[in-house]
């Protein structure tokens, strides 16, 4: 992901991208980039998914992003 010089290229002949990024500073410069290059190539589709928590993380963070969290049934 760090280099954007290579996704105008891998991203030629395809239709659909899922991006999967590691929560980190340099999370929102390689997706815009990504973005960018998918959509210059004529990607249709792009699935974007940055954080996800069961909201029971000891990363208070990932828990913020997530809130209300996803709360098990008691059925």
Not at 46 to 51: A, D, E, K, W
């Amino acid at each position: 992901m760090n280099g954007p010089s290579s996704f105008a290229t891998a991203s030629a002949n395809v239709d659909r991208v899922f991006l999967l990024t590691g929560y980190t500073s340099d999370m929102l410069f390689q997706s815009k980039k990504l973005v960018d290059a998918a959509k210059e190539a004529g990607v249709s589709h792009i699935v974007h998914l940055g954080v996800f928590t069961s909201g029971m993380d000891l990363i208070l963070h990932f828990v913020w992003h997530c809130n209300p969290p996803v709360k098990p049934s008691h059925a």
